[in-house]
Every structure is written in structure tokens, then in C-alpha cells.
């Protein structure tokens, strides 16, 4: 494994990307920062109201807590670190992308969309609970992440920018676009563009907002978030790609979801259209265009270049 300078802050122990000395795996900092995600995710669902039914509350816990890799909290609160920010202040834009997230994987597993039974090792919202809870969870998961937005303790005009970002990547012409052209693809079929629209959109939109909303956070200007963004639309594509190899060559014990399945269903994929090979090679160049984007940061931007490569090597 690299080891990379990060080290544990002199006082609370808690890993900081610029200040320690001592040597900090780059597998450490992702727990850590998976801890002090994991903290705020169930506190947020602690925060619902006494309004809220507990089935309802239970449903959102049961996904948002579920075993994820948290990818996109962790590229938000590492890209306001590279630019100097405290990542405490990026939390609640972190947790709101994960509430994305969440919600949008409750509703593609449901029987209308992918029909799933299994997500992160365990039976699918709408299996554990039923179908309309599964929807409702994603509803409310939707509406809070905005919410939490809010809450960041930021000027009102960078709660705005998280706002605007976080919708446009999700929204319609976004994550809900890409996935009504992909499952319109799956029946009528696509070329090498469709499929990269697709992915832009479905996959990349939200990683490359989440990068986004850590420089909105950090304060960082508008090259900063022009270099950022041409990060996260490198690692968007390349993610997908590994996505889509990962469905052909792993394993349900690996991933935690049924694998083998784009190809029954007849998706566009990587693999699909350019071949094993080349998508891998595909791949290792976006990676490549991702790190030297971020070598103008030096070091601290040294855990995103690194996340850039797990992309590519991950096995779930
Ligand atoms: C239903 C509006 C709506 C959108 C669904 C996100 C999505 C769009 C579909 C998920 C289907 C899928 C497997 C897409 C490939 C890329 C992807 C988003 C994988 C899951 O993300 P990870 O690997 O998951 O970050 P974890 O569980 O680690 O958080």
C-alpha cells in the first residue's frame, strides 16, 4: 500500500491531511473519515421530528447507514481540505450527497426500475420493507439532504451555490436524466455517445458535484472549481467504467449486489461497446488526466489523487 504524509492531528487524534508528521495509510484516513461520516449520518436521522413515523425513520436509517464505501462525503471533504478548508465545516454538504445517493439507489433497486433484492450485502429497502416505504424513504431522503445543506455553518450565498449544485447534478438534467436514458437504452439500444451521456449524467453528475460543494465550502474561486470539476468528471467516467468491469469479472460476496446482471438486461456499458481491454485502458487514462488536474495543489490534494486511483483498483 503507498503510505502518504498525512498524519494524526497533535490534539484530538483526528487525521488532518497537511499538519502531522507521522505516516497515515491512505486506507486510515478513508476510515476515519467513514467514522466521522457515519457519525453525522445517523445523527441526521436523529433529527427527524417526532412527526415522522418510525417505519419511515427506520427505512432511511436502515439505507443511509447501510455498508457503503461513502465515496462521495469523502471526495467533498478531502476537495475543501486540499484547498485549505476545515472539512468540519464541509460535513453537512458530505452527508447531503450521501442522502443523493442513498435515495437514488432505494429507488433504482425498486421492481419499476432495476429490480434488485440485494445492495450493500443486505436485502434492498423495498425487500426489508415494502415497496411504497422504499419509495417514501427515498422521497424523504431527497428532501433532507436539502435541508441539510442548510445547516452548514456558511454565508447564505454558499448555501445557495451547495444548493443549486446538489439539484442540477441530481435533478433532471442530471442523475434522473441519465437514468431515463439508460433504462430507455436497455431497450433500445445505443452508440459509444448515448452511453457516455448516460454515464456523464447518471454516475458522474453527482461525483463530480461532490467534489464541487468542498470547494463551495472551502470558499475556493472559480478556477479552483473548474480544475475541481474537471476531477470529478475524469473519476465520474472512470468509476463507471470500473462499475461496469466490476459487473462482469466480481463477485455478489465482493460487490454486495447481484453481478452478471447489465449484461441480462441488455445495459449499455463500457464493456459493451469498447471491449474489456480498451475500457480498462479507458479507464487508466481518466485517472491519469484526474491526478495531474490536481498536481497545481501539491501534497494536499495528494488523498484525491490517491482516491483516484482506488476508483480504478477497488474490488467492490
Ligand atoms: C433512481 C433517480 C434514480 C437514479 C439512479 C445511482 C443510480 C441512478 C443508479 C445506481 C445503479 C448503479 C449500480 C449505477 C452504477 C454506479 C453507481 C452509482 C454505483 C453505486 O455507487 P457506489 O459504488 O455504492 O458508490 P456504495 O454502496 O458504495 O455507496
Not at 16 to 22: L, Y
Not at 224 to 238: H, P, T
Amino acid at each position: 500500500m503507498v503510505e502518504l504524509a498525512f498524519g494524526p492531528d497533535d490534539t484530538s487524534g483526528i487525521y488532518t491531511i497537511s499538519t502531522a508528521p507521522a505516516q497515515v495509510s491512505f486506507q486510515d484516513l478513508w476510515k476515519q473519515l467513514c467514522r466521522e461520516v457515519d457519525v453525522e449520518l445517523n445523527r441526521s436521522i436523529d433529527l427527524l421530528g417526532p412527526r415522522c413515523p418510525d417505519r419511515l425513520r427506520e427505512a432511511c436509517r436502515y439505507s443511509l447507514l447501510g455498508p457503503g464505501k461513502r465515496l462521495r462525503p469523502i471526495l467533498c471533504l478531502l476537495a475543501c481540505e486540499a484547498l485549505g478548508g476545515d472539512r468540519h465545516i464541509a460535513m453537512p454538504f458530505a452527508v447531503s450527497l450521501e442522502m443523493i445517493h442513498c435515495y437514488s439507489l432505494i429507488h433504482d433497486d425498486l421492481p419499476a426500475m432495476d429490480d434488485d433484492d440485494l445492495r450493500r450485502g443486505r436485502p434492498t429497502s423495498h425487500i426489508q420493507f415494502d415497496e411504497s416505504t422504499a419509495i417514501l424513504a427515498g422521497d424523504a431522503l431527497q428532501c433532507l439532504a436539502f435541508e441539510t445543506v442548510l445547516r452548514a455553518e456558511l454565508p447564505p450565498e454558499r448555501l445557495v451555490d451547495a444548493c443549486q449544485l446538489l439539484s442540477r447534478a441530481a435533478g433532471a438534467e442530471g442523475m434522473v436524466a441519465g437514468q431515463m436514458d439508460d433504462l430507455w437504452a436497455e431497450k433500445h439500444g445505443g452508440d459509444a455517445a448515448l452511453l457516455a451521456s448516460i454515464h456523464a449524467r447518471k454516475t458522474g453528475a453527482m461525483i463530480r458535484a461532490s467534489v464541487q460543494l468542498g470547494v463551495v465550502a472551502a470558499g475556493g474561486t472559480a478556477k479552483d472549481q473548474e480544475i475541481m470539476s474537471g476531477y470529478g468528471e475524469s473519476i465520474g467516467i472512470a468509476f463507471q467504467i470500473a462499475d461496469d468491469l466490476l459487473d462482469i469479472e466480481s463477485s455478489v460476496e465482493n460487490t454486495g449486489k447481484r453481478t452478471g446482471k447489465d449484461q441480462e438486461r441488455g445495459k449499455l456499458t463500457y464493456p459493451a461497446i469498447h471491449g474489456i481491454a480498451a475500457s480498462r485502458e479507458k479507464a487508466e487514462r481518466f485517472v491519469a488526466q484526474a491526478v495531474e488536474l490536481l498536481s497545481v495543489y501539491g501534497s494536499k490534494a495528494a488523498p484525491l489523487q490517491q482516491l483516484a486511483r482506488y476508483i480504478i483498483d477497488r474490488s467492490h
